[in-house]
């Protein structure tokens, strides 16, 4: 398994600021991932963040509103930027380990307010 | 549309009792499948997954089911505690798409003591 600290854990921002999550693994991954979850949805990829290189996003998330960082194999960073109300989520840090990286571990979630 | 879809969004079940829930996906390539439980103002937590190769597998109270050509799953828990009580969320992911997790829109379970 893997132990993931995700700071900050909750946050109220005003709109049209940025906010940056922090991820920390207890070991090195190669792949780490950022979810969304919206109020009384699941969980929908926003994008896929590998060291060395530039994150991959899902349909419908871009770089210039998500940036992520990737500077080393046990850190990764995701900013919401100009936020709006609708921004307003729980972001969740993952990465996958095992065999053939198929099982996922997740952070306990960044709970954002925009207002 | 919903590649992953959990049909019944909360589910309540006498304590000691047998939870099922129920998961079903669209897409074809989905060959690897997960239940999380997250409880409020946490992460989902990783509890059981199975490849397309088996159709059960099982650890501990959890046993998750596996219909191939019904493209369904289900998770059993036996005997239900209060302590299951979370909302279940179904994942797929297929091997040729890397590690994409699709998730369902999750099942509230409510065991009651």
């Known amino acids: 398994s893997a132990v993931i600290s995700q700071k900050p854990s909750r946050d109220i921002c005003q709109r049209g600021t940025s906010l940056t999550i922090q991820c920390q693994v207890d070991?090195?991954?190669?792949?780490m991932f950022w979810y969304r979850q919206q109020p009384g949805q699941s969980l929908t990829l926003i994008a896929t963040?590998?060291?060395?290189?530039?994150?991959?996003?899902e349909s419908g998330f871009v770089i210039d509103k998500f940036p992520i960082s990737r500077p080393n194999l046990t850190f990764s960073t995701l900013t919401v930027s100009n936020m709006s109300p609708e921004d307003s989520s729980i972001y969740l840090c993952?990465?996958?380990?095992?065999?053939?990286?198929?099982?996922?571990?997740f952070g306990q979630g960044t709970r954002l307010t925009v207002v | 549309d919903q590649q992953v879809k959990q049909n019944s969004p909360s589910l309540s079940v006498q304590e000691g009792r047998i939870s099922i829930l129920n998961c079903d996906y669209t897409?074809?390539?989905?060959?690897?499948f997960l239940w999380y439980k997250k409880y409020p103002a946490e992460g989902p937590t990783f509890l059981i997954s199975?490849?397309?190769?088996?159709d059960k597998n099982e650890d501990g109270r959890f046993t998750v089911f596996l219909n191939k050509s019904a493209k369904h799953l289900s998770l059993h828990i036996v005997p239900s505690q209060p302590g299951d009580s979370a909302v279940y969320f179904c994942?797929?992911?297929?091997?040729?798409?890397?590690?994409?997790?699709?998730f369902g829109p999750g099942t509230r379970l409510s065991v009651l003591p």
């Open positions: 993952s990465v996958a380990i095992g065999h053939l990286n198929t099982e996922a571990f």
């Open positions: 994942a797929a992911s297929a091997s040729n798409y890397g590690q994409n997790f699709v």
């Open positions: 070991s090195q991954v190669t792949m």
């Open positions: 199975i490849s397309s190769i088996k």
């Open positions: 897409n074809s390539m989905f060959d690897y």
């Open positions: 963040a590998n060291q060395g290189s530039e994150a991959t996003y």
